[in-house]
């Protein structure tokens, strides 16, 4: 008797051409959860941005504010290796971290809200960030930050 390789025939798609998958009720009330959270953690963060006032609304609900300009001849360019500083802190204040980091532009290695951003900026420039949870360390947090925290991020970048 001879044994075969050719493995299991493919598994046919669960949906039709043309439709969408089928969401379960766990599925659909985490997605909704999801949306007001995140329309919560817009409108607060825009009150502070209009109290503390000298904010810019970044794609995905990031709030900039520069402290300090840059060198306007050196913006910083997608894939560049650059050094950011940054002291996060819950929105009351806690800090969470305070660290040095060199990273890519543009590669994932920095928290969304500043990685899909900092090309805008320039080398030596200081900004104060205000961040929604889904644009910093999202649904998981880290070590030192809660899941589904809003935070502010004071971040220079290193000449």
């Known amino acids: 008797m001879m044994a075969g390789c050719g493995g299991q025939s ?15 009720s766990t599925t659909l009330a985490l997605m ?9 953690a817009d409108e607060e963060l825009y009150r502070i941005a209009r109290t ?6 970044y794609e995905r609900g990031t709030w900039a ?4 300009p840059g060198d ?5 360019l997608h894939g560049e290796e650059c050094t950011v500083q940054m002291q996060v802190t819950s929105l009351n204040g806690h800090l969470y971290t305070d660290s040095e980091t060199t990273a890519h532009a543009g590669k994932y290695e920095l928290p969304p809200a500043i990685d899909e951003n900092i090309t805008e900026w320039y080398h030596g420039e200081s900004l104060s960030l205000i961040v929604p949870w889904y644009a910093a360390y999202g649904i998981q947090g880290t070590a030192e930050i809660p899941p589904y925290e809003n935070v ?8």
């Open 10 to 24: 493919p598994q046919r798609p669960s949906t039709r051409k043309g439709e969408s998958p089928k969401a379960d």
């Open 52 to 57: 503390e006032g000298g904010y810019s609304l």
């Open 32 to 40: 909704t959860m999801n949306r007001q959270m995140s329309r919560s």
């Open 152 to 159: 502010r991020i004071e971040l220079t970048i290193k000449e």
């Open 72 to 76: 306007s001849n050196r913006p910083v």
């Open 65 to 68: 504010k520069i402290i300090r």
